[in-house]
């Protein structure tokens, strides 16, 4: 589903704002970053009006812990106590399409108390991430941290044959990515 309208932002220009659904119905509202037609494919790099958020579980393995990515049915179970201690902070946690996010304002950005995270990837050479802690809790006596990352959460869509948003594969990105720098990069 697509809908589109403008918002103003401290006397900015408006920002076009585009709502995409996931295949459960949820939406993310996003910032229309740059609209780009590549062999006549029209392609929107997009930014959620929210901010980001990774809930990771820390397991512990010997020396030291790791932080685990859960899964959709571990973020049901604990998606009330995040909002909670969320909420504390002034901080609305929403159940949006794709990530999870949440509004309001973050706190001051402590650069020692910084999370990085270096995924791996068979495919692709992925640098490390960088998140800021927002918040700790614990359900049924396991851990739990709320992240937001520090790098912008671009998302990368179509539009499909029935004129409806649809974000782009990442092997598909992928693909795309000369066409993408020429494109960017020609501004």
Request: proline share 7%; hydrophobic share 40%; glycine share 4%.
């Amino acid at each position: 589903m697509l809908s589109s309208q403008f918002s103003e932002d401290n006397g900015q220009p408006p920002n076009q704002v585009i709502t995409i659904k996931d295949d459960a119905g949820r939406s993310l509202d996003c910032f229309v970053e740059r609209e780009l037609d590549i062999d006549d494919v029209e392609y929107f790099l997009l930014l959620p009006v929210d901010h980001p958020i990774e809930i990771f579980a820390w397991e512990e393995d010997g020396e030291f812990s790791d932080a685990v990515f859960l899964e959709e049915e571990e973020i049901d179970l604990i998606f009330p106590d995040a909002q909670a201690v969320l909420a504390e902070q002034n901080l609305v946690l929403k159940r949006t399409a794709f990530t999870l996010t949440v509004a309001g304002e973050l706190p001051p950005v402590d650069e020692e108390t910084l999370l990085t995270i270096e995924v791996e990837d068979d495919d692709i050479d992925l640098e490390p991430e960088e998140y800021q802690p927002l918040a700790t809790f614990y359900h049924e006596e396991e851990e739990f941290g709320i992240y937001t990352p520090r790098d912008p959460l671009l998302l990368f869509a179509r539009r499909n044959a029935a004129g409806v948003l649809e974000l782009v594969p990442p092997e598909e990105v992928q693909e795309l990515e000369p066409f993408l720098e020429d494109k960017l990069f020609e501004d």
